[in-house]
């Protein structure tokens, strides 16, 4: 695990005391990928039209027992997957950006 560094491997290292944490504060009931291009919510559709058409996203979702579920959005760069913080807001930080126009 060299390549991802001493926090990943900290973390790694926690995980089976950290994952009985979760399990007592978060009771997960399924963790699924999703295509968000072809599952995407209405919520994320101006933000998918900016990134490239041929670009894969994906999402992971995670269902809680009392219904409620995370989901985050990763696209690949550089032969890895990203994680991308707030996708839905890439339109409105997009929209609010100045122009590079001269």
């Known amino acids: 695990m060299g390549r991802v560094g001493p926090e990943a491997e900290r973390l790694v290292a ?37 990134l490239p058409p041929d670009l894969p996203v994906r999402g992971v979702v995670i269902e809680l ?11 690949p760069v550089r032969g890895r997957w990203v994680w991308i913080w707030d996708l839905e807001r890439l339109a409105s930080v997009v929209a609010t950006a100045p122009s590079a126009a001269p």
């Open 14 to 50: 926690e995980a089976p005391t950290r994952s009985h944490e979760y399990r007592d504060v978060l009771p997960i009931v399924a963790v699924r990928t999703v295509d968000l291009r072809a599952d995407a919510p209405l919520l994320l559709a101006r933000s998918l039209s900016l």
């Open 65 to 75: 027992a009392k219904g409620e579920r995370v989901a985050s959005a990763f696209v």
